[in-house]
């Protein structure tokens, strides 16, 4: 199942979504953990906020982050 996620620049513009799919000409093994590693903070409310994920599956990485200077609330949406 693909996995969307929304990216805002830091200057107020958003990216089209990052659709991650499965690989699926590689085998995976179901016992293999996933883990993400997740952080965010704003200053202020509005304020400028940022976020960002580590996503960890065996010896593999993957990094998603993502900044803006002044977003409506301190939610992402």
Request: charged share 20%; aromatic share 8%.
């Amino acid at each position: 199942m693909p996995i969307s996620i929304r990216r805002n620049l830091s200057d107020g513009t958003t990216h089209k979504p990052l659709i991650i799919t499965p690989d699926t000409t590689q085998r995976h093994d179901m016992d293999t953990p996933v883990y993400l590693y997740t952080d965010g903070a704003c200053k202020g409310n509005p304020g400028a906020g940022g976020w960002g994920v580590l996503m960890r599956y065996g010896s593999r990485e993957k990094n998603f982050s993502a900044a803006k200077r002044k977003p409506p609330t301190t939610a992402w949406s």
